[in-house]
């Protein structure tokens, strides 16, 4: 065989694969003339990358004559080595937290028990992040469920692929005052607001209300800085860094519970709409309650964070 032939088959294998982690058992396929118009090969490259995988046990099927063929074992452990065979590059934000160094902590295990090699980039910001799914720079993101949904919203093209539930992205935001005395934003204030952050940005303006403040621009990481050196009066902030890191000096006034504020505290994964392999992979071979539990015996100091 020539060596142009085998790279052809070597991508059909990976489109079959990719194609194959979305469907479970009794589930009807496509025929070869089917996958030769939709990859554009020839018929006997669609024909060798069937058997390939056949031959690996990574699918058994069976013909219903004109009903078509239907799949009668599938292997997604095997499928998942050929669908996504390179490393994995996600995002998450920076694990300043228990929670993060939990997830990030279980998000690698789950990759290592599935033999499939995973580098996470730190990246502050969701929108950051969601841009980064946009321009498929990285397969998958970590953001909270109220993030992804406010894109999802805007029309674009992600997709919630794993919900961790409430309370695995944060425990809750705080608003946090230089001046013990002030419970609540007043008129000439300095309050922190972060544009990079989805979550950050509409929880303070919704705080904020119509109250006539400064808004001093600055990433959220270097909120509780600016109230210790007085350069803000107030800002909404994430409760776990404060508890975490043992911040002294800081008065916290615990916001109001809402739909929006639980959105925030949850963890989901997003990939791009087209990204079906990464989505298969998350719905049918991670143990998502794993996970959790890693997250938890970091959280309780049973475990020493790895990512």
């Not at 070597?10 to 979305?22: E, H, K, P, T």
Request: glycine share 6%; hydrophobic share 35%; charged share 25%.
């Amino acid at each position: 065989m020539g060596e142009e032939f085998l790279k052809k088959k070597g991508i059909i294998v990976n489109y079959l694969a990719s194609d194959l982690l979305q469907k479970k058992k009794g589930d009807r396929v496509q025929s070869v003339t089917e996958y030769q118009n939709k990859y554009k090969v020839a018929r006997g490259t669609v024909q060798n990358a069937w058997s390939f995988l056949k031959e690996i046990d990574a699918i058994k099927v069976k013909s219903h004559g004109h009903m078509g063929t239907f799949i009668e074992e599938i292997n997604y452990n095997i499928l998942q080595e050929y669908a996504l065979s390179d490393t994995i590059l996600g995002t998450m934000t920076l694990p300043y937290s228990r929670l993060y160094e939990g997830l990030a902590t279980g998000i690698y295990e789950a990759f290592k028990e599935n033999k499939i090699k995973l580098n996470l980039a730190y990246i502050r910001g969701s929108k950051e992040r969601v841009r980064s799914i946009l321009n498929k720079t990285y397969r998958f993101a970590i953001v909270s469920k109220f993030a992804a949904n406010q894109a999802i919203k805007n029309g674009e093209p992600i997709e919630i692929t794993l919900d961790f539930g409430q309370h695995t992205y944060l425990s809750e935001h705080v608003l946090l005052f230089r001046d013990k005395k002030k419970k609540s934003i007043e008129k000439g204030m300095k309050i922190a607001i972060d544009y990079s952050s989805i979550d950050q940005q509409l929880l303070t303006k919704a705080v904020v209300n119509e109250t006539q403040v400064e808004f001093v621009e600055m990433q959220g990481h270097q909120i509780v800085s600016s109230l210790q050196n007085g350069s803000i009066d107030a800002g909404i902030w994430n409760f776990d860094e404060i508890r975490d890191k043992n911040h002294q000096g800081l008065y916290a006034v615990p916001l109001e519970g809402s739909e929006m504020e639980q959105e925030m505290s949850t963890s989901v994964i997003i990939t791009h709409t087209e990204e079906t392999s990464m989505k298969a992979f998350f719905q049918k071979s991670v143990d998502k309650e794993r996970i959790l539990t890693i997250q938890k015996e970091v959280c309780e100091g049973r475990l020493i964070p790895q990512y």
